[in-house]
């Protein structure tokens, strides 16, 4: 199993980062060297063993009641933004 | 003795009795934390007149006849805890200059306890690394010796508590944050069961390991300020309703005798350091002469923790990551358009650590390898759990070296992530599971030319907690282990 350069790219696309070719090449051999480490579990039998996503068992986590409730108010955190106009943030043009 | 050198029970006490006000203890602190910080690099933020404030507050408090339980104690608190009006980055320059609008439960929980926020202490970007090498602010200093990592993530709270720049601290611990670098530090950190404390406002890595804990410089203290922190909370639907116990209290009345111990064979193995076993061995030996039980266990898929772990983390940090585009908060680097927007927020804004991890969840989330590599990790995850399930119907603790060596030298294993990744052999099965851990100093040993401290792991059942706390505690009591001295 190994990562080439254009794996590289498309995980680099999908991730929304990028990467000149040098970089890319450098961080290829090291997702290579992690890869090989964690396909380590290829070797373990896993038939009929469930797929675990949480420690946590779903009785022990009760509903709360549906009810609104503010928590923060729309000043305090618009004012976290980069950049902000009229209560919106504004961001780069999106339609060319 | 200088009243940064108080530890946190002992600093409760004297403010409460009035032998000492918070606004002292605090101002001591500040001034021990500006004249060591250049040096140790523990603290990234602080904001000296909101600890003032705050402090002023708790002696107000105290004259009224009405303090809390950690009435006017300063704290260290993790840059991964959300602080209101305090700037907080996990050690990112994506974060930059974010002011957060709200608390996270674990620091409203320790100001609701009359604590005082000193100051944001240094981690791994991200709590994305070992070493606390990741952080976008630099490294931090092992204070035994200071060309060696404090570990990490919780690197900056460990070595601030060990340096006398804090009583108590907070960490995160997702594969080892907080036991690793206790190990390192020789000081007292506990990572509870998961869900012992809520993650609301702990800026998320891996959520599903993600757990907040506390550091210390003995084990009543670290009790002590578990107690403070955790707690249900319905702002995170992980969180356990189960009420919170007194961890600090009547620690001593424990009989070891018939205490079962188990010892997984699996982790005193070829790579552990044979002088770190001989201080885990002497440990164990204490525990046995007063009529402990110690018993040989068997944990078969220890060794395929950490790669288990190493797919899931990063994959659960792939998606919790994909929030930092640079749109609402943080970090923004113009580009051409929208999209490359994103990207040259996100490749500027991110360090190579943590680009590295996402780039890895991204391919083993990615269509064709899913089921070979994140699914088959979940699977490996359930059989990590039914061995410790296995073993807790034999034994009630489970005691193991914490680290295979104690601190390595900075920038000695940066270069080689699966070298930096194989540091958390002892701690990650753990976070998988979901079990609580501790680490607790077992003594000091010279290691590539330096005397640096090690520790002992004990892990425990779900919300086991005080019995780990008071195994632990028996453990101190039993051996000689001189914390760090207070240099200047």
């Known amino acids: 199993m190994s990562i080439d350069l254009k794996t590289v790219n498309k995980l680099a696309k999908l991730s929304m980062m990028k990467f000149d070719e040098e970089t890319a090449i450098e961080i290829g051999g090291e997702l290579n060297k992690i890869v090989d480490f ?29 009810v609104v409730t503010t928590t923060n108010d729309r000043e305090s955190l618009m004012a976290t933004s980069p950049e902000q106009e009229m209560g919106f943030f504004v961001v780069p043009r999106v339609i060319e | ?64 006849g009405n303090p809390r339980l950690l009435e006017g104690v300063p704290l260290g608190i993790k840059d991964l805890f959300c602080t209101k009006g305090v700037r907080t980055t996990a050690c990112s320059h994506i974060l930059d200059g974010f002011i957060p609008p709200y608390e996270s439960t674990v620091t ?66 997702t594969g080892g944050s907080i036991r690793q670098p206790a190990s390192f530090t020789g000081t007292v950190g506990i990572k509870p069961t998961y869900g012992r404390c809520s993650r609301y406002g702990m800026i998320a890595f891996a959520s599903s390991l993600d757990q907040a804990g506390a550091f210390a410089r003995n084990v009543e203290d670290a009790a002590l300020m578990l107690r403070s922190m955790s707690g249900y909370d319905e702002k995170d639907s992980t969180s356990a309703d189960r009420p919170i116990e007194n961890y600090d209290n009547k620690l001593a009345e424990f009989d070891i005798k018939g205490l079962k111990i188990g010892l997984p064979k699996e982790y005193f193995v070829e790579g552990l350091d044979l002088e770190v076993r001989a201080l ?10 007063q009529g402990a039980e110690i018993v040989e266990i068997s944990l078969p898929y220890t060794k395929y923790a950490v790669p288990a772990y190493y797919i899931i983390a990063p994959a659960e940090a792939a998606a919790n990551l994909s929030r930092y585009d640079g749109m609402r908060f943080g970090l923004r680097v113009e580009g051409e358009n929208l999209t490359d927007t994103y990207m040259k927020t ?12 996402i780039m890895i969840g991204n391919y083993t ?45 900075i920038g000695g294993k940066v270069d080689d992530p699966i070298q930096m ?24 040993m010279t290691y590539e030319g330096s005397t640096l401290p090690v520790g002992v792991q004990m892990i425990g059942p779900a919300f086991s907690e005080r019995k780990l706390l008071r195994s632990a505690y028996a453990h101190e009591k039993m051996t000689k282990f001189n914390v760090l001295p207070a240099k200047s």
């Open chain 2, 108 to 173: 409203e929980n320790l100001w609701r306890a009359g604590g005082v926020l000193l100051g944001k202490t240094n981690m791994d970007e991200f709590a994305m690394g070992s070493s606390n090498e990741t952080s976008y602010f630099g490294a931090v200093k092992n204070p035994w010796d200071l060309s060696c990592t404090p570990g990490g993530s919780s690197g900056g709270s460990a070595a601030a508590v060990a340096d006398y720049q804090c009583a108590a601290s907070t960490g995160s611990d």
């Open chain 2, 365 to 409: 989330l990615s269509s064709g390898y899913y089921d070979a590599y994140y699914t088959k990790a979940q699977r490996v995850r359930a059989l990590v759990t039914k061995d410790f399930a296995e073993a807790f119907e034999k034994v009630d603790i489970i005691m193991t070296p914490t680290t295979p060596t104690p601190a390595f030298k």
């Open chain 2, 280 to 289: 885990v061995d002497k440990a164990i030996k204490n525990f046995e002469d």
């Open chain 1, 38 to 66: 964690i396909s380590q579990l290829q070797e373990v039998p896993t038939e009929g063993i469930e797929p675990m996503s949480s420690s946590v068992s779903g009785t022990s986590t009760p509903e709360r009641d549906d």
């Open chain 2, 1 to 64: 003795m200088e009243l940064y050198e108080l530890g946190l029970k002992e600093s409760a006490e004297k403010i409460k009795n009035k032998e000492i006000t918070s606004v002292e203890l605090t101002k001591s602190l500040l001034d021990r934390i500006e004249a060591r910080n250049a040096e140790i690099n523990a603290y990234v933020t602080i904001d000296r007149e909101h600890a003032l404030n705050m402090a002023e507050a708790s002696d107000k408090r105290v004259k009224e």
């Open chain 2, 421 to 444: 990744y194989l540091n958390d052999i002892f701690t990650v099965a753990t976070n998988l599971a979901g079990l609580p851990g501790l680490s607790v100093p077992a003594g000091t």
């Open chain 2, 346 to 357: 996100r490749t500027e804004g991110f360090g190579d650590e943590v680009k590295r991890r």
